[in-house]
């Protein structure tokens, strides 16, 4: 399948529908050479496989960091006709609003060195990890369902975060249309003691500081003042909560294809037409589950803000430790896009890709919106991560949409076989990195080698001009689930 | 004979794919459940202190796999338990639907064994079929 990518210039890649019978629609991918080269022939034809799917608007895009997933491979946009499309919990997958939320500061390295044994230490102790009965918050149902319907407004109602939080994330911290209804009963025993936690795996908390300023008029916009400044970028999503959403409506789809009929080269691409009430009940389930992970994600940052004020003796304010922006990487969304030249309604399912509205879009915060909406990269741990600014050009060609991550080039399975927790902990703390994990093997596993080298794929980005380099940051402390 | 219970393999490079076998399909369900758990931590740090009893319905046998596997994990996830052996009484067939009732076996999730969270069981390339007498199960699970 590779050896049909047809080179449209440096940095796109198109595969012709006629590749394959079934095909409703082009594939493309965006990366250079390398990139493609590097490209697994598993995951392109992945992307064909969505595009054999009802109601696909050309093209399905892959970004830079594509790997071979399940389903849609990870790093991938796949977009369907809001009318005579699907929507496929296959294609979200378990991590629904995986996102990435962070924060500025207004000190500096030197300020941080000295104290960053102790910041990560209590940071470790402050917010709940890994497994276990769950987080410091115990919900009871009724909670819950408050959280499901209102998002991270829940948590600025009990003075964890501010107003000003939720005018700098994506849909204001709160998604509309969420229904609790739709939620099982067993994805709320999960997800009840869970707000709060950063889980395991790939999530993460990094004390990051800058490294680079490549747009300083839009850094300044963003609250990036200075190199060596510190900011703060955690990763995480909607937990139990959200894996047990896309496993009950995994079951449920796969259910529905059969009454609807709808051929599938994967199963995992389970789905259902947009307008069925399977389809709309899993959109409003699947909306819970991302006020959830919006909700999370601003409890922890409270948390680290307390760290903060324990380790430095002041009040995050006078730490201006405020939010820089809140943006998903893995979610469905129904947005409005030009298709054909025609403004149409569609469902952007972004697996492993993240949302880049350009200037002047009415849904990009007021303080950014001449500058574009903030586009927060995650390298792999202990990595250099990004700052980007969306575009137009991501408006026009990629549904709004860019990479996520570095992207894995390595299975964990293999990375824990090639390497060492402890190695990797020694070799990053030669780095003068400071790392905390709840188990050697979890670094092992996210070991910075098992990934693609982040630089390239943002390279590849900045070429296409879906998302500009604004910022580089290094971390200087790790906290993994 | 190979008395082997399950094998890692490549399907993925995001995440973990695994092939069961069982002479019977208790055994299958069984030995894929201790694949899905192998992952997350070390069978053998955990003894079998606690039970949890999982009972559920599928219109396959196949989705029945599915149901079994995912609600194990629901039920280690919200009962703060490892799970490290597996024991089916029943799988039968009435009406047109496929029933379990099984138990996963462990003590309490020490934080300090876990290597690797799954997140839930995919659909992608999961199967369940018999050749040659054995039954064969093939999962890929996300972490």
Redesign the interface.
Known sequence: MKNRLEKIDDVHWRLDKTVRPQMRGDAMIIGSKEIIDRAETQAIEQLTNVACLPGVIEPVLAMPDIHWGYGLPMGAVGVFDAEDGIISAGCTGFDINCGIHMIRTNLSKKDIIPKIRDLVSTLFAKIPAGVGKGGKLRLDLNQLDDVLLNGAKWAVERDMGVEEDLHRMEENGRIEGADSSKVSHKAKKRGAPQIGSLGAGNHFLEVQTIDEIYQSNTAKTYGIDNKDQVVVMLHCGSRGLGHQVATDYLQIMGEAVHKYKIWLPDKQLVCAPTNSNEGQDYFAAMKAAVNFAFCNRLVITHWIRESFEQVFSQDWESLEMDTIYDVCHNIAKLEEHEVQRQKKSVYVHRKGATRSFGPGHPDVPEVYRNAGQPVLIAGSMGTASYILAGTEQAMKESFGSTCHGAGRRMSRKKAIKTFWGKDVRTKLERQGKVVRSTHPKILAEEAPDAYKDIDLVIDSVHRAGISLKVARMIPIGVMKG | MSTKKFE?V?L?????AFRAWGQSIEEVFCNAAEAMFSIMFDLEMVPPIEQVNVEVE??TEE?LL??WL?DL??EA??N?Y?FSSFHIEKIWNENERFYCVGKGIGSE?K???????V????????SLKKEQGKFVATV?V??
């Open positions: 890692f490549d993925t490079t995001s995440d973990v599928a219109q989705s599915y149901a995912s994990l629901l996830e919200v703060g490892f999730a934080q300090e064994y876990l290597e690797t969270l997140k839930g069981v995919t659909y992608h390339q999961f890929v996300d972490i």
